[in-house]
């Protein structure tokens, strides 16, 4: 690395390389394109900030556009790499701009006019170049974040119309939990023989996560949550809708839990305070849909509770990788009602997860002990 790009890295305690970084940074930093899979938690937004910045520092054109382009699936994950690129890209005179949806064009657009390096979600991005508002023509380096969830959120077309804007010599870089198809038609359109690298299986799962199922009775549900919310620590409860959620974060305020709901349904700033508080300790419970599954990347969330059950078992990984980040441990709890637990046993087990089953009822001291 450069050395002012290290300096930045120390000021944050960060002197040694995670595995995914140690396996992609060179790559990346030769020029090659680069596949990368690795679970979240792992570094990932490192291995492509790190050297996409080392590569675009230096002299620039005498129109400054941007140089860097950076596409995730969610607006919240957008603003936290973000927060990673900024101080990098600063320490060499280059400028970041964020694009989402739910902020104003017009502050976007006089961003966009002084930027080097472009973190955007695919709808606001495509909207903005079909406006005349950015011109892609001058991107030497691409990342594609979360690839798979870019894909499996449908913004394949955004996509494919985004990485046709783009020189074709730009440089690739593309990381995934997973390879599925439209990954892989993204990898082999875009990519020029691209080395691979993978610090997880292709379903990893967490090792220091516990997993349990908790069967409950329908009419105990709503308290066995409440118990379980009731907690020391730091929890994310997932459901399936916006009303759901908004009626779980109503119903755990009545019952004094510090928390907030999470949803897409929510302005954008409200969803930033919600994370800002969530992240400073101000709540201790977020009850939030899937939108948050790959977006929220917070440290020391010691409980992920599946309220509602999951679609399916990359949801199920999805949602649980909230959890036991960075090398820490954590525990994932599904509840389930009898009528339930075949699905959710489906799910598991396609999840590549064995559960420990407890049968709850509110006020257990098993089900105490669980959640501590």
Same mark, same amino acid.
């Given at each position: 690395?450069?050395? /002012?790009?290290?300096?930045?890295?120390?000021?944050?305690? #960060?002197?040694?390389?995670?595995?995914?970084?140690?396996?992609?940074?060179?790559?990346?930093?030769?020029?090659? $394109?680069?596949?990368?899979? %690795?679970?979240?938690?792992?570094?990932?937004?490192?291995?492509?900030? *790190?050297?996409?910045?080392?590569?675009?520092?230096?002299?620039?054109?005498?129109? +400054?556009?941007?140089?860097?382009?950076?596409?995730?699936?969610?607006?919240?994950?957008?603003?936290?790499?973000?927060?990673?690129?900024?101080?990098?890209?600063?320490?060499?005179?280059?400028?970041? &701009?964020?694009?989402?949806?739910?902020?104003?064009?017009? +502050?976007?657009?006089?961003?966009?006019?002084?930027?080097?390096?472009?973190?955007?979600?695919?709808?606001?991005? /495509?909207?903005?170049?079909?406006?005349?508002?950015?011109?892609?023509?001058? #991107?030497?380096?691409?990342?594609? $974040?979360?690839?798979?969830?870019?894909?499996?959120?449908?913004?394949?077309?955004?996509?494919?119309? #985004?990485?046709? &804007?783009?020189?074709?010599?730009?440089?690739?870089?593309?990381?995934?939990?997973?390879?599925?198809?439209? /990954?892989?038609?993204?990898?082999?359109?875009?990519?020029?023989?691209?080395?691979?690298?993978?610090?997880?299986?292709?379903?990893?799962?967490? !090792?220091?996560?516990?997993?349990? /199922?908790?069967?409950?009775?329908?009419?105990?549900?709503?308290?066995?949550?409440?118990? #379980?919310?009731?907690?020391?620590?730091?929890?994310?409860?997932?459901?399936?809708? &916006?009303? !759901?959620? =908004?009626?779980?974060?109503?119903? *755990? =305020?009545?019952?004094?839990?510090?928390?907030?709901?999470?949803?897409?349904?929510?302005?954008?700033?409200?969803?930033?305070?919600?994370?800002?508080?969530?992240?400073?300790?101000?709540?201790?419970?977020?009850?939030?849909?899937?939108?948050?599954?790959?977006?929220?990347?917070?440290?020391?969330?010691?409980?992920?509770?599946?309220?509602?059950?999951?679609?399916?078992?990359?949801?199920?990984?999805?949602?649980?990788?909230?959890?036991?980040?960075?090398?820490?441990? %954590?525990?994932?709890?599904?509840?389930?009602?009898?009528?339930?637990?075949?699905?959710?046993?489906?799910?598991?087990?396609?999840?590549?997860?064995?559960?420990?089953?407890?049968?709850? +009822?509110?006020?257990?001291?098993?089900?105490?002990?669980?959640?501590?």
């Amino acid at each position: 690395m450069p050395n /002012v790009l290290a300096a930045v890295l120390a000021t944050g305690a #960060i002197t040694e390389p995670t595995p995914i970084q140690a396996l992609t940074i060179p790559a990346a930093l030769s020029g090659r $394109d680069v596949l990368g899979r %690795g679970r979240t938690g792992s570094g990932k937004t490192l291995s492509f900030a *790190l050297p996409m910045v080392a590569r675009l520092a230096g002299p620039r054109g005498l129109r +400054r556009q941007p140089r860097g382009l950076v596409l995730v699936p969610t607006r919240e994950l957008a603003m936290q790499v973000v927060d990673v690129v900024t101080p990098l890209a600063g320490a060499v005179g280059m400028r970041t &701009q964020l694009v989402i949806g739910g902020s104003s064009y017009d +502050r976007q657009i006089r961003g966009l006019e002084r930027s080097d390096i472009v973190v955007a979600t695919p709808g606001r991005l /495509v909207d903005l170049t079909e406006r005349g508002a950015v011109d892609l023509g001058a #991107i030497r380096v691409v990342v594609l $974040d979360e690839a798979d969830h870019m894909a499996d959120l449908g913004f394949m077309p955004e996509l494919e119309a #985004i990485m046709g &804007q783009l020189p074709g010599d730009a440089q690739g870089l593309l990381f995934s939990a997973t390879l599925d198809a439209d /990954v892989d038609r993204l990898v082999r359109s875009h990519l020029t023989d691209p080395v691979e690298h993978s610090a997880d299986p292709a379903t990893a799962t967490v !090792g220091t996560m516990a997993h349990h /199922v908790v069967l409950v009775h329908p009419k105990d549900k709503d308290a066995v949550t409440t118990d #379980i919310a009731l907690r020391r620590g730091r929890t994310v409860a997932f459901v399936r809708t &916006q009303l !759901g959620a =908004d009626r779980l974060a109503g119903q *755990l =305020d009545e019952q004094g839990v510090r928390v907030a709901a999470l949803h897409g349904g929510m302005k954008q700033g409200i969803r930033t305070r919600t994370l800002e508080d969530f992240r400073r300790g101000r709540i201790d419970v977020l009850v939030a849909t899937d939108v948050a599954a790959r977006g929220l990347h917070v440290d020391d969330i010691d409980l992920v509770l599946h309220v509602d059950p999951p679609h399916g078992p990359k949801e199920y990984l999805h949602r649980s990788g909230r959890t036991a980040r960075a090398g820490a441990s %954590g525990t994932v709890i599904s509840l389930a009602t009898l009528r339930q637990q075949r699905a959710v046993q489906a799910i598991t087990t396609r999840a590549g997860v064995t559960p420990a089953v407890l049968r709850a +009822r509110p006020g257990d001291e098993a089900l105490r002990a669980l959640v501590g």
